[in-house]
């Protein structure tokens, strides 16, 4: 046979950092915080303009501006409106000036994060994101080159590296001065929270003393023809949980957080915005695009959020739902609330702010952790925008005018296709 | 400190379904056949190294999730079902909690190439079938959907090197005991999309798809295998640290090189990659494997191809480690260790 000799133990330096082995996780998982924020959606640029229309319930909605859609159902959407200059960053003029609109709303929200956390550019400092497509309209452009004129191949390199999703990554560990790791989780609509989660988890078990996380997806035509092809677009201002509701409309954002260990935050006297106290996971492999109809993975994913904040779920005081008003998602949603809730139902303040911002699909779960941590910080309850009617199904409250409220801990959910489901739970830091 | 074996190995390759043919190739050493694929537009055809049919087809090609699914869940599900073994019938039943690690680069590019081209022709006429097989997790639900497992599962997208990174997070989710088993998969389909972009970095590189999974657990299995011992940091290329510092840096991380040991290399087709790792290694002595010269440019894929490598000539007693080196396409140079685990009568 193989007559293997038994070999010695590895032999890593043990002083050099590894991905594997770690050093021993702490006897108590470590209390993560967020330090910074930032956000670019279609309200505006930056936690206050966001703050002040997620706390009105202005919905963001537009014709749809960035490609035609004159041959599609719906034709609104949450357009970002950019500005031409980007904040300040280590970017040549040269590499500043050639950059994709997701590295560009990914800059504005690093930016804001990094610049209210005051970290500094660190040698090691991994960075954690979540998006469904990267810069997807420069993989469109190439493709439409590709077929138009198949032996043209003016700029088609640079749009190759540059639609890939690790290249926005790239830029903005350069655009700031670290050197990662960098990790792209795409779960589609559930890649930002999982990004969150997953850095949350680093920093628990001991793996990293400061995390960059967040999610980000621009508007592109393949995304928005996908959705209406599935019929799954509405024609008018998205409705979650009404009971006419008639499907999603999308966005388009980034959102940011500095995360870092109690302890680091603590030693460098860090203002804290928020603590994340929960996360929990599941796979809904009932079809590829339908949830359960009972929510049992969405079920599961809340169920395993609390157990991991050691909470209830009545200790629970708002809950961001995913709320993406297509009825099949809603209805699952409801389901699995009510259960989760059971008697504590009727209590529970739900919203879904998808009805302001639109579906940022892969940033909308770090942009509703964004959003969520404005409410804890503010002490409000982000109201839904467009609800008349709301699904009886639904045993909760629905949030649907804008009010100051007493809030504590706030839990939100996100899933997506392929049956990914994620949901965070937030605490106020006082 | 807790210690990681590999349980399993699966691949899909141009060498064909299962990790025995992918071995017999590496060992033979001589370039897999090409093919050729039809570039619209095109006087000419690409050369590729594609996936050939299966002998006889697979029974999960029946799942209902998986009769329109695309090439890369078909090439993540069948490396998947090999490296689970025995395994598979224990977590279908649900008394064992797997995680699902699947790593791509270019990802559903075929129904993805399809679904545009439909909506550049007619926007309102575009399939809803083929635009949910375009997302980048689609490969990891079919999987999950076949197995009957609702634990936690993540698509990590990037260059090459996202493969290793994907085994360094199946670590950790075995250590935080957030699952008892973890089969990470890298996989890439076929399509002259992707075969022409990297053309226009490297002329002669030969596109090449499929997948390789290793399934990893915290027992020691009984059978001869290999552990992982360890996983350098990812170092990245940046502004501030090119290709040729984060190689050198990965080797760095990597210990010295014994007698019987040997090196799998990436071997880029890109010169600029392959300097990059030849200066980072080149003091090593021993033995080298360049999967990707015979099998072709198979992004994750080929970096699956390489660890898988690296365990099976451990789990036959021909090496008793391994250092796998990763200089990846764009993103990162990461390596990793294998050792022999067991002494076999």
Known sequence: ?430 | MSRIFVHGLGTVSPASWGVAPLQAALTKGDFLPTQSVVRPGWEKPLCIRNVPPPETRPAFYAHPRLRRASDISLHTVAAALEALGGDVVPIQAGALRLGIVVCTMAGSVAYSRRFYEEVLREPSLASPQLFPETVFNAPASHLAAYLNTNGTGYTLVGDDGTFLQGLALATDWLLDNRADGVVVVGAEEMDWVVTEAIRLFQHDAIHSAGAGAIYLRKEKPPAACAELAGITDSFLFTQSQNRTEAARKMRVQLPPCGPDELLCVSAQPNPLAAAAENAAWHDWSGRRLATKSILGEGFTAASAWQCVAACNVIASGRFSAVNTSVVGANQQAIGARFLACAETG
Not at chain 1, 145 to 156: D, S
Not at chain 1, 180 to 186: E, F, M, N
Not at chain 1, 368 to 386: H, I
Not at chain 1, 388 to 401: L, Y
């Open chain 1, 1 to 430: 046979m193989l007559g293997l000799k038994i070999l010695p133990k590895p032999q890593f330096e043990r002083e050099v950092r590894l991905l594997f082995p770690r050093q021993k996780s702490p006897a108590q998982p470590n209390r993560v915080v967020v330090t910074g924020a930032g956000i670019v959606t279609a309200l505006g640029l930056g936690c206050r303009l966001n703050a002040e229309g997620f706390r009105a319930g202005r919905p963001a909605f537009r014709p749809v501006t960035l490609f035609d859609v004159s041959r599609q159902r719906a034709k609104i959407a949450a357009e970002v409106e950019l500005p031409p200059e980007l904040p300040p960053t280590k970017l040549s003029a040269n590499t500043a000036r050639r950059l994709d609109r997701a590295t560009r709303m990914l800059l504005h929200a690093a930016h804001e994060a990094w610049t209210q956390a005051g970290w500094e550019p660190a040698e090691n400092l991994p960075v954690v994101l979540g998006t469904t497509s990267g810069e997807m309209a420069l993989g469109e452009k190439f493709l439409q080159q590709a077929i138009v004129a198949p032996l043209q191949k003016k700029q088609q390199a640079t749009r190759v590296m540059h639609y890939q999703v690790q290249q926005q990554g790239l830029n903005l560990c350069s655009a700031f001065g670290f050197q990662g790791p960098l990790t792209s989780i795409s779960n589609a609509c559930a890649s930002g929270a999982n990004a969150i989660g997953h850095a949350w988890e680093m920093l628990r078990q001991g793996r990293a003393e400061k995390v960059l996380t967040g999610g980000y997806d621009i508007l592109c035509q393949l995304t928005f023809a996908g959705f209406d092809s599935l019929q799954a677009l509405s024609t008018t201002p998205c409705r979650p949980f009404d009971a006419q509701r008639d499907g999603l409309t999308l966005g388009e954002g980034a959102a940011i957080l500095t995360l870092e260990t109690l302890d680091h935050a603590h030693k460098r006297g860090a203002e804290i915005l928020g603590e994340i106290i929960g996360y929990g996971t599941a796979t809904d492999t009932h079809h590829l695009t339908q949830p359960h109809p009972e929510g049992k993975a969405a079920l599961t994913a809340m169920t395993a959020a609390c157990a991991s904040a050691k909470l209830l779920p009545g200790q629970i005081d708002y809950l961001n739902a995913h709320g993406t008003a297509t009825p099949h998602n809603d209805a699952s949603e409801a389901a699995a609330i009510n259960r989760w809730a059971g008697d504590g139902a009727k209590d529970l303040r739900v919203s879904s702010t998808k009805s302001v911002s639109g579906h940022l699909l892969g940033a909308a779960g770090a942009a509703e952790a964004v959003v969520c941590l404005l409410a804890l910080r503010g002490q409000w309850l982000p109201p839904q925008a467009s609800i008349t009617t709301p699904d009886p199904a639904c045993r909760f409250k629905i949030s649907g005018e804008p009010a100051d409220a007493k809030i504590e801990t706030a839990l939100s959910n996100s899933f997506g296709f392929g049956g990914a489901n994620a949901t965070l739970i937030f605490r106020r830091w006082s």
